[in-house]
């Protein structure tokens, strides 16, 4: 394996057509990164592409309530009128909002602690920070979540941040491991030799060379931060009514099961969609990626 | 043996951490929990009194002390929300959720390997591929959606299947001796209520167990087919050990060192997972229990039943690392 | 009967493709070798030569696809191998003993040796339905026999636990644990500390005269080749470039990778700085349909590129495929 030194990072960042044209090898990624993009439209304009953009929120509109998929509602209606589609589209922008934020969060402290850990392993540091990464791992992630979102008002930025401390610990176990074995290679010894400074050596030697398995493991990691964030709001600890929310909408329309299965059906295969989309596009990536180290 | 002990002595270290982060976390909580316990028409008295039996105006450190000596004597507090012992409460519900994760742990098990080796043995064939679009559907499947899907294909429209609970009201329940329905129904010989216990658990297990065995599947799919590469089967195919023993004994074993080490975080996720599977299916479990402690912002519940699962957890995970050195010496032996 | 028809193991004109995404690799072209009882044969080349494909292909090891035997025989015993399936195969096949090349990967990391070994044993023997004691019995003889210290309680032992040139040991037991007739060893020095080596080849040379087998070493150790074998092959980018008795070729190289490869042999007398080969490793994707030599030969001709030089006799068993020789060919009692 190539290691990637900081003079040589500039020139590894491969054109795009070269990335595109290993990427769209494995048509499964293809189809991913198709999922991923329509739902991001989706989200980002969820307003003009939503039927009935008026139903995300307060809305009442009975004598349409609880109709079966038909013309004029293609998904069917809530109890309360509301355009399921329309519900869904919106209910993707939460959920890609949560992705976004929780890993926009959780991705740099994770990482600055796995690197800070790993570099200093063997010192105090190491072993004060990994042992509080494992307490946090010592329990399931929702159930830390669920713990720590019952604690706070349930609402979409609490759930966002039960999530993101759930979260953190798998990062910097991740790149931990990555760490204590870059260490000791000759590029590290070598910039040590030439007397860099620590935070060089983390950022701009070491780091780089992480980027790949982090890279990965965020595109893999869309997919279960929103799930996650689905099952928050199913037990009522995420979005919060009116809003739409994948999970909620779910939770409301179990009550009314079997008859009117489209409230349930339809919002639960978009969870799905949405987590394969983002699986399928993140073991695109991984492939990808480690297929240029090989 | 040695290792045995480290690993024990370790978890047990680490659990004291999870008691002191969920500790602190339920503590800081703002808001009154005394208040919001006895409700909004209490007395003032009334309340300071119980902020006073539960050392609520002390510091934290002080209040962590009286906490782990109550612990200690098995006292995890009074539930807020139902009025009784914590640990009675997780004693009545816990079996249940025991029960619904060995089984789900069981069936991920076993038909995860059992695919995964289907999977190599066809690979690049029709199989193989059906198989791993199938995988990649179940993972990205969130559990309760599955519950929600079985329920209403086998419990509604076909009626096959029991949607609620784990026994039929009118089937005599067994005498509890292990909390396991299934398990205490063999023993005592009542058959009615085995099957009908299994009829009962076969759905949320399913729901529990589809996406961790869609990931076993794969990962004995690949460390097979990774392994197949490697040289010492070469090697043994060139000293004439026949493929089929090849197969079953010296690609089998190193094959599984990793769906194994995986268990232990499938089971973590079903742990996490059981909450909504068991709201979906009304299985009397600890999970039902703490969301609806967590709901009710119940502290005491909340802590209860969060350390319990954190030793569960680390329990399983012994096990798994148990067997993980069984299975590969490198590790029980270094 | 001629030197060749009596030969215990021979290879004929084998061509061996790679079916790859980027096109079809004709990485082996009318490969031929033979060996006799008893004799120790060298098969030498670069890395990337093709040597280990020819040795995957004999053992039965060669991923068959990518890989596809196009056209050719190996002969073993006047039964051609590649028309056996099945039980006759794997008999035939126990007759050959194989010593791999990396000890380390060659050895499965979670059974135990003598799991693997006692293994190695019961199939090769399954004929002879040996009892477990048997077995047993044998392998701790066999694991004797090639010098290992404290065979039973090596026997329950993991690979990990050993040293490199235990391992090797093992692996050697192994392949004579099948009593086997003709021994093949993959690279036997490359993988092992140099005073390993050292006694590693001693114990193979007194197992193979004390049971009288022989060897095809597969090797780019010219020194290995000079001390050990009998007679050389000498192969580039698949193909046979010469062959002849060691003595022979080391005297008197003639094909010019020969002498290429000879003169980059560092030596302890005479100039410091060996000489190299000037060009780079073969491309096979877009080789050449005459000598594969030719892109970095110094004295390549016209023809050289275009027509596949056949094997010519110059003496006695010395023969080479090179255009440059065709005057001094003699009568080739084994031409076509």
């Not at chain 1, 189809?31 to 809305?59: D, Q």
């Not at chain 1, 980027?211 to 995420?238: E, H, N, Q, R």
């Not at chain 2, 060192?257 to 909450?275: E, R």
């Not at chain 3, 636990?161 to 050697?172: D, E, F, N, P, Y």
């Amino acid at each position: 394996m190539t290691y990637i030194t900081h003079s040589r990072l500039s020139k590894s960042v491969d054109t795009f057509r070269e990335v595109w044209y290993k990427f769209s090898k494995n048509r499964l990624s293809i189809v991913g990164l198709l999922i991923v993009l329509i739902i991001t439209i989706l989200a980002a304009f969820a307003p003009y592409i939503a039927p009935y953009p008026a139903h995300a929120g307060r809305f009442v509109n009975f004598p349409e309530a609880s109709q079966p998929p038909g013309s004029r509602h293609l998904f069917g209606t809530d109890v309360n009128g509301r355009d399921i589609l329309s519900r869904i589209i919106y209910g993707y922008r939460f959920s890609l909002m949560m992705g976004v934020f929780v890993l926009a969060l959780v991705v740099p402290i994770g990482v600055t602690l796995g690197l800070i850990a790993g570099y200093f392993k063997g010192t105090l540091i190491d072993t004060v920070l990994m042992r509080i990464t494992d307490i946090f791992l010592s329990i399931p992630p929702l159930v830390l979540a669920l713990a720590i979102a019952s604690v706070l008002t349930p609402n979409l930025t609490n759930a966002m941040l039960a999530i993101s401390l759930s979260w953190w610990p798998w990062y910097t176990r991740l790149v931990y491991g990555l760490v204590s074995s870059l260490r000791n290679e000759f590029f590290v010894q070598a910039a040590k030799a030439t007397g860099a400074s620590t935070p060089h050596i983390l950022f701009r030697e070491i780091l780089p060379n992480c980027v790949s398995p982090v890279l990965t493991k965020m595109s893999l990691d869309m997919g279960w931060v929103i799930l996650m964030g689905a099952s928050l709001s199913f037990v009522g600890l995420g979005v919060q009514p009116p809003k739409p929310g994948l999970g909620s909408m779910i939770a409301d329309g179990t009550q009314y099961l079997p008859d009117s299965w489209w409230m349930v059906v339809f919002p639960g295969i978009a969870v799905m969609i949405v987590v394969l989309g983002f699986n399928l596009f993140g073991d695109g990536i991984r492939d990808l990626l480690s297929e240029e180290e090989a | 043996m040695s290792f045995l002990v480290r690993r024990v002595a370790y978890s047990i270290f680490v659990l004291i951490g999870l008691s002191m982060l969920i500790f602190t976390i339920v503590r800081v909580m703002p808001g009154d929990p005394a208040r919001l316990a006895l409700g909004a028409r209490a007395t003032k008295e009334a309340v300071q009194e119980l902020r006073d039996r539960m050392h609520l105006d002390e510091s934290l450190p002080v209040q962590y002390y009286h906490w782990v000596k109550d612990v200690l004597q098995g006292k995890l507090g009074i539930s807020l929300w139902t009025r009784r012992e914590v640990s009675i409460d997780i004693s009545r519900f816990l079996p249940a959720t025991l029960e619904l994760v060995l089984f789900a742990a069981l069936i991920e098990a076993v038909f995860g390997i059992l695919l995964g080796v289907i999977g190599t043995r066809y690979r690049n064939t029709w199989v193989d591929n059906t198989l791993r679009v199938g995988t990649y559907f179940a993972v990205a499947t969130p559990a309760f959606v599955v519950a929600i899907f079985l329920s209403l294909i086998f419990g509604y429209m076909l009626k096959v299947l029991p949607i609620v609970g784990r026994l039929d009201p009118s089937v005599v329940a067994p005498p509890v001796r292990t909390g396991l329905i299934t398990v205490d129904a063999l023993i005592s010989g009542n058959f009615t209520a085995f099957i009908d216990a299994l009829k009962h658990i076969i759905m949320p297990a399913i729901a529990l167990s589809l996406g961790g065995m869609a990931q076993d599947a794969r990962i004995t799919r690949s460390s097979m087919s990774d392994n197949l590469l490697k040289e010492y089967i070469a090697v043994e195919r060139a000293q004439g050990i026949p493929p089929r023993v090849i197969n079953l004994k010296y690609l089998l074993k190193p094959s599984l060192i990793a769906p194994v080490s995986v268990l232990g975080l499938d089971i973590a996720s079903m742990l996490g997972n059981a909450f909504m599977v068991e709201l979906v299916f009304g299985w009397p479990g600890l999970s039902q229990y703490g969301v609806e402690a967590a709901l009710r912002k119940d502290l005491n519940a909340v802590t209860g039943v969060v350390l319990v699962i954190g030793l569960v957890y680390l329990t399983i995970n012994i096990l798994v690392d148990i067997t993980v050195a069984y299975l590969d010496p490198r590790v029980r032996l270094r | 009967m001629t030197a060749e028809e009596r030969a215990l193991f021979k290879i004929r004109n084998l061509c061996v493709a790679f079916d790859l995404f980027r096109g079809t690799l004709p990485v082996l072209d009318h490969v031929s070798l033979a060996v006799r009882r008893g004799e120790k044969i060298g098969l030498v080349g670069e890395t990337g030569c093709g040597k280990s494909v020819t040795m995957k292909v004999v053992v039965g090891i060669l991923p068959i696809p990518p890989g596809r035997i196009a056209s050719g025989e190996i002969w073993f015993d006047g039964t051609n191998i590649l028309s056996l399936h099945g039980g006759r195969l794997q008999d035939v096949r126990g007759r050959i003993g194989l010593i791999p090349q990396d000890p380390s990967a060659s050895l499965n990391p979670v059974f135990q040796v003598g799991t693997q070994l006692r293994d190695a044993i019961r199939y090769s023997h399954r004929h002879r339905n040996l009892s477990a004691k048997e077995i047993r019995r044998l392998a701790i003889d066999v694991l004797a026999e090639v010098g290992l210290p404290d065979p039973v309680r090596n026997l329950s032992n993991y690979p990990f636990q050993l040293s490199g040139g235990m391992k090797q040991r093992v692996l050697i037991a192994m392949a004579l644990a099948a009593n086997p007739e003709l021994l093949i060893a993959d690279e036997p020095t490359t993988a092992l500390d140099v005073t390993i080596q050292e006694q590693v080849l001693r114990l193979m040379r007194e197992a193979i005269d004390r049971r009288n087998l022989s060897i095809l070493i597969i090797t780019h150790n010219l020194g290995l080749i000079r001390e050990f074998t009998d007679r050389v092959y000498i192969m580039y980018a698949g193909q046979i470039g010469e062959t002849g008795s060691t003595r022979d070729l080391f005297n008197r190289p003639l094909h010019p990778y020969t002498k290429g490869l000879l003169a980059s042999v560092p030596k302890l007398t005479g100039e410091g700085v060996p000489f190299g080969i000037p060009g780079t490793v073969p491309d096979y994707l877009n080789a050449p349909s005459g000598c594969r030599f030719s892109p970095r030969c110094d004295r390549t001709t016209e023809v050289c590129a275009s027509c596949r030089p056949e094997m010519i006799l110059i003496e006695g068993e010395h023969r080479v495929a090179c255009h440059l020789y065709k005057e001094e060919q003699e009568d080739d009692p084994q031409a076509g």
